[in-house]
């Protein structure tokens, strides 16, 4: 015979050579040639023989409480209102003590999280093994495919979904104003001349779901449309047609990819030349044309000059002949103009010297 003590917060289970007898609860008890098995019930119950063998005692039955969760399902337990570990796929049993226990069950066999379960908990590190989440941006939008086929369209915002073989992918789209560069075509025009030249467009994606669902890689196709719009427009004219165009191509450009730009659910807003590289030989005859033309055009400036300084001094010369004072000032400022270039003067003569100066400067009356 032995004496048992269990104490406050603990159960005892009696067994019998291996068979389960009776339940023991706070007190002093003593026993004869029997096993005892004590539990902290503020702690999972686990059964040192099947559980529904035990389950057929009700006093034990009523003490416990059970929890099953399926294959496909996973239960959150709660301790006291916090989140304390979850549950797979199983049978549990709990003591009903001073603990509040909750459980929350989820059925992961879908992707819809549908339960009562905040962001908080979803985004735990107990629970995010079980949670795959997708976080579209601000300037984003998303098309969301289950199993390959289109489910939702997915606006800003973080979403979650249960993890499990369901196959779930997802297409973003960046809503902004994108730019779109086309560099180095290599264009023949009309009359055979080669040019390499760089443009760009902007555009913005306008339905998404043209965009992804009824197109493969837009971007590449928006750039092709470009490309063949651009060449079919060089093409078309000889070298000097084009330069003397070139303000129509960006809206002949857009004209033209406006349709196919519309099929691929994007809008294109504006389309521009960055430059027309020319080869070697194009570049340097341009060159000499250009020289040419403005060793005309300075040729042409002088000889209108010369003309108007001509004239004046035709004009000039008849008024002096006219008027003898007029004559005699202008005598008087080229003297003054020469004396500002002398620093002194020096004068050696007769007594006829003066006479002489005065001859010069002196009108005679």
Do not use: C, H
């Amino acid at each position: 015979m032995k004496n048992v003590k269990v104490n406050a917060y603990q159960v005892a289970l009696v067994f019998k050579r291996g068979v389960y007898q009776r339940m023991l609860k706070e007190g002093n008890y003593w026993l004869w040639n029997e096993d005892v098995y004590m539990y902290d019930v503020t702690k999972p119950f686990t059964a040192p023989i099947e559980l529904n063998i035990l389950l057929q005692d009700a006093e034990l039955a009523d003490a416990l409480q059970v929890v099953e969760v399926k294959d496909n399902e996973i239960a959150l337990q709660y301790e006291n209102g916090f989140l304390k570990t979850v549950l797979t796929a199983g049978r549990y049993a709990f003591w009903k003590s001073v603990m509040k226990l909750e459980f929350v069950k989820a059925d992961i066999s879908k992707i819809e999280i549908t339960e009562a379960i905040d962001r908080a908990t979803l985004q735990s590190k107990l629970v995010a093994p079980y949670v795959r989440s997708i976080n579209v941006e601000s300037y984003e939008k998303a098309v969301l495919l289950v199993d390959g086929k289109y489910a939702q369209m997915l606006q800003p915002g973080i979403y979650f979904f249960w993890r499990n073989n369901i196959t779930v992918a997802m297409s973003r789209v960046d809503m902004r104003m994108q730019q779109l560069e086309i560099n180095g075509q290599e264009i023949l025009t009309k009359d055979k001349a080669a040019l390499r030249m760089n443009a760009w467009a902007q555009y913005k994606v306008n339905d998404i779901e043209k965009a992804v669902l009824k197109n493969k890689e837009y971007d590449k196709q928006l750039y092709v449309a470009f490309q063949l719009a651009l060449r079919e427009y060089v093409a078309g004219y000889n070298f000097d047609e084009l330069l003397e165009k070139k303000e129509s191509i960006a809206p002949f450009i857009l004209q033209s990819v406006k349709e196919k730009a519309e099929a691929l659910g994007v809008e294109v807003s504006s389309f521009g030349i960055r430059d027309i590289v020319l080869p070697g030989d194009v570049k340097e005859i341009m060159n000499r044309v250009l020289v040419a033309e403005k060793t005309a055009q300075a040729n042409t400036i002088m000889r209108r000059e010369e003309t108007a300084s001509t004239r004046s001094l035709l004009n000039t010369a008849k008024l002096m002949e006219e008027n003898a004072m007029l004559w005699k000032l202008k005598e008087m400022e080229y003297v003054e103009k020469i004396a500002e270039k002398i620093s002194n003067i020096s004068v050696s003569g007769n007594g006829a010297l003066v006479e002489q100066l005065k001859q010069i400067f002196v009108p005679q009356k």
